[in-house]
Nanobody
């Protein structure tokens, strides 16, 4: 069974940092894109960042560029999101997901994700 499990959220002051982790279970594919997305209270889900498992190329939403860094450890099926200079507007539940059958980190949509896990809460205080 394919599963994803995110962890690493918490409460941090504005300007602080957090590192999120995502462990994948049961993945037997080589071509897929791993995704971080988030959902704040009362708002729609929002793509944060993605990375190609095969090429390591990545994508970031504009508001995350320069602050967030996505990385992966393919040998251990892990995904990370280093978040620096956090802002109160980054407060949300963060989820990891995957879209299979693609090597392009921009070739995915929230609607078409093949799997995602339970999220981890990130709260940034002002």
């Amino acid at each position: 069974e394919v599963q994803l499990q995110a962890s690493g959220g918490g409460l941090v002051q504005a300007g602080g940092s957090l590192r999120l982790s995502c462990q994948a279970f049961g993945f037997t594919f080589d071509d897929y894109v791993m995704v971080w997305f988030r959902q704040a209270p009362g708002k729609e889900r929002e793509g944060v960042s993605s990375i190609s498992r095969r090429h390591g190329s990545s994508w970031y939403a504009d508001s995350m560029k320069g602050r967030f860094t996505i990385s992966s450890d393919n040998a251990h099926d892990r995904l990370y999101l280093q978040m620096n200079n956090l802002r109160p507007e980054d407060t949300a539940v963060y989820y990891c997901g995957a879209q299979f059958g693609t090597v392009d980190p921009t070739d995915w949509t929230l609607r078409d994700l093949d799997v995602w896990g339970k999220g981890t809460q990130v709260t940034v205080s002002s």
